[in-house]
């Protein structure tokens, strides 16, 4: 069974770059059936697509953050990974990982999600 | 890209059924069946309940049905039981490989 979990500094200073991971297991990164994604939810707000990745490297961004946002996968740990530059305190949320099934149009398995504040 | 539209609150007693609507634009809900629904207890991950706007995959009750109409998409809780206290959200496919998720619903179980 697919289990996600992000990893990273849970404070981030402003006008820096936010870097989190993503660690797929129970199943492989490159499966072709899935995209890698991550949705993250400022406190006490809804749900905010961020932007997925395919394992051969092609990338899809929310046009609203996408001069900020880099996503990357790393075959070899079955890991992807999420930058985010210039953080400011409307960054802060908990930024989750999620598999983007094809066959189901859905993300279907989240992580647990991890809360990254921005502030000196 | 606008958030799609939920009511902030709904509630019901056990046993009840309930449903949150998820109102978007022609640009999303209206145009693609790809809408999906969300339970999310806080603090743990959200779950897939609905997908492609009425499926539910393997191991969701059936108490839990979905639909779309036009720009609107529901979700129907039936039979409702103390553990579907949750958030719910809505998302739906926006074209060109874009998602655009819902502002949540809180679900209260009276």
């Known amino acids: 069974q697919l289990r996600l979990q992000e990893s990273g500094p849970g404070l981030v200073k402003p006008s820096e770059t936010l870097s989190l991971s993503c660690t797929v297991s129970?199943?492989?990164?490159?499966?072709?059936?899935?995209?890698w994604g991550w949705v993250r939810q400022p406190p006490g707000k809804g749900l905010e697509w961020i932007a997925y990745?395919?394992?051969?490297?092609?990338?899809y961004y929310n046009p609203s953050l996408k001069s900020r946002v880099t996503i990357s996968v790393d075959t070899s740990k079955n890991q992807f990974s999420l930058t985010l530059t210039s953080v400011t305190a409307a960054d802060t949320a908990v930024y989750y990982c999620?598999?983007?099934?094809?066959?189901?149009?859905?993300?279907?398995?989240w992580g647990q999600g991890t809360m990254v504040t921005v502030s000196s | 890209q606008s958030a799609l539209t939920q009511p902030a609150s709904v509630s019901g007693s056990p046993g009840q059924s309930i449903t949150i609507s998820c109102t978007g634009t022609?640009?999303?809900?209206?145009?693609?069946?790809?809408v999906s629904w969300y339970q999310h207890h806080p603090g743990k991950a959200p779950k897939l309940m609905i997908y492609?706007?009425?499926k539910r995959p393997s191991g969701v009750s059936n108490r839990f049905s979905g639909a779309r109409s036009g720009n609107t998409a529901s979700l129907t809780i039936s039979g409702l039981q103390a553990e579907d206290e949750a958030d719910y959200y809505c998302?739906?496919?926006?074209?060109?490989?874009?998602?655009?998720f819902g502002g949540g619903t809180k679900l209260t179980v009276l």
């Open positions: 022609s640009s999303d809900v209206g145009t693609y069946n790809l």
């Open positions: 129970g199943g492989s990164i490159s499966s072709s059936s899935y995209y």
């Open positions: 999620a598999s983007y099934w094809t066959p189901s149009g859905a993300f279907d398995v």
């Open positions: 492609e706007a009425s």
């Open positions: 990745i395919y394992y051969s490297g092609n990338t």
């Open positions: 998302c739906s496919y926006a074209g060109s490989n874009t998602w655009v």
